[in-house]
């Protein structure tokens, strides 16, 4: 049997700049490191 749970994160502002900012910079190296 599987269980899992759902949730919501409501970061502030300044959290979700920073979290679109990791996610841009990591979305870059992947793409930069899949083109090698």
Same mark, same amino acid.
């Given at each position: 049997? !599987?269980? !899992? *749970? %759902? #949730? =919501? $994160?409501?970061p502030? =502002?300044?959290?979700? @700049?920073? @979290?679109h900012? *990791?996610?841009? *910079? *990591? =979305? #870059? %190296? #992947? !793409? !930069? #490191? $899949?083109a090698?």
């Amino acid at each position: 049997m !599987h269980k !899992h *749970s %759902v #949730f =919501r $994160l409501y970061p502030t =502002r300044k959290q979700a @700049i920073s @979290i679109h900012k *990791s996610m841009g *910079s *990591s =979305r #870059f %190296v #992947f !793409h !930069h #490191f $899949l083109a090698k």
